[in-house]
């Protein structure tokens, strides 16, 4: 089972890489997944291309920078077997760690185009997609139209937004280059509309957030908060939904409970199941689940061996959560 990404047929699901980056801050809101170890995260991506992944999704505010370092590290002399998908737009401080502001000017994204080269140690970024999700339409002009000469200057292959706004998307589709929308998409939390627009624009739909910031692997409970240095700990961002003071968010685990075993049919993991319910969304779905450790991949990746849920058993989890009005 394949996707397309603009020229290219990708692996049917993808590395995201946004907790090998390990802690970075907005002041002092954690926007990391806490402390990392390196070693893991290069054999937990060793391990992906053991199972046939070939798109890495990162950005270069991951850790400030530490990401695109790890994943330039792992995939030394395996360049040409994958697709490498990274991100700009949020200024950042590589030695504090902490993000200073959002730009995306020419000259920025010039900038920030030939700094993520330099730390993933390629010459040419196969997908480059704007991090700002709310840019104004002016704006995300001359960021378009930057996109279209860095293209046609081979720095980069094919670019996308990270947004889940439709009208945005829809800007951005009318490039000549643009292949992708990365957006917040999984079971208990859709788009339709802009799973529309990708369809009709013949684009691929990126899917962060596949299992729910961790909330659809079914191992976080009540009672056992996470860490300040998690995004999703007690002191989470505002925009943090899946888990509210470190813990679970109750609304969204009383849905998770309604199509639990439905997930789980055929033998599935709970988040294979999750990742299974994309696929059966839509076949330009390209689940990016986050992972940093080898067992993670190990069972994230094989989901891909059961293929997506059937469709009788994709209807009746959408006839319990989103029923016919």
Not at 58 to 75: M, Q
Not at 89 to 98: A, L, R
Request: with cysteine; glycine share 8%; hydrophobic share 40%.
């Amino acid at each position: 089972m394949k996707r397309k990404l603009g020229n290219n047929t990708v692996s049917s699901m993808g590395f995201g890489c946004w907790a090998i980056g390990g802690p970075f801050w907005a002041e002092s809101t954690p926007l990391g997944w806490g402390e990392v170890d390196d070693t893991e995260s290069v054999k937990a991506i060793h391990c992906a291309l053991e199972h046939g992944v070939t798109l890495f999704d990162t950005a270069d505010v991951y850790g400030a920078g530490h990401s695109e370092y790890v994943l330039g590290k792992a995939l030394k002399n395996k360049r040409e077997d994958v697709i490498i998908a990274t991100k700009f737009g949020n200024v950042f401080d590589e030695h504090t760690k902490q993000i200073t502001d959002s730009q995306a000017t020419p000259e920025y994204i010039r900038k920030a185009c030939d700094a993520s080269l330099k730390r993933l140690g390629t010459d040419y970024i196969d997908l480059y997609q704007l991090h700002i999700g709310d840019l104004d339409l002016a704006a995300a002009q001359f960021a378009r139209d930057t996109l279209e000469a860095l293209v046609s200057e081979g720095k980069i292959r094919s670019y996308g937004w990270s947004t889940d706004i439709t009208d945005r998307a829809a800007f951005f589709a009318k490039g000549d280059h643009c292949v992708a929308i990365q957006h917040q998409m999984n079971v208990l939390d859709t788009n339709d509309a802009l799973i529309e627009l990708i369809h009709d624009k013949n684009l691929a739909s990126i899917n962060r957030g596949p299992l729910a910031m961790g909330l659809l692997t079914g191992k976080y409970t009540a009672g056992k908060p996470l860490g300040t240095d998690d995004v999703r700990g007690t002191a989470s961002p505002e925009w943090m939904q899946y888990f509210k003071n470190g813990e679970p968010n109750e609304s969204f685990m009383k849905q998770l409970e309604s199509v639990k075993e439905l997930l789980q049919s055929d033998g599935r993991t709970l988040a294979q199941g999750a990742i299974a319910w994309l696929w059966a969304k839509s076949k330009r779905t390209l689940p990016i689940p986050g992972i940093r450790t080898v067992a993670q991949a190990e069972q994230n990746f094989a989901a891909m061996d059961f293929g997506p849920l059937s469709q009788a058993v994709f209807d009746e989890i959408e006839s319990i959560l989103r029923p016919a009005t």
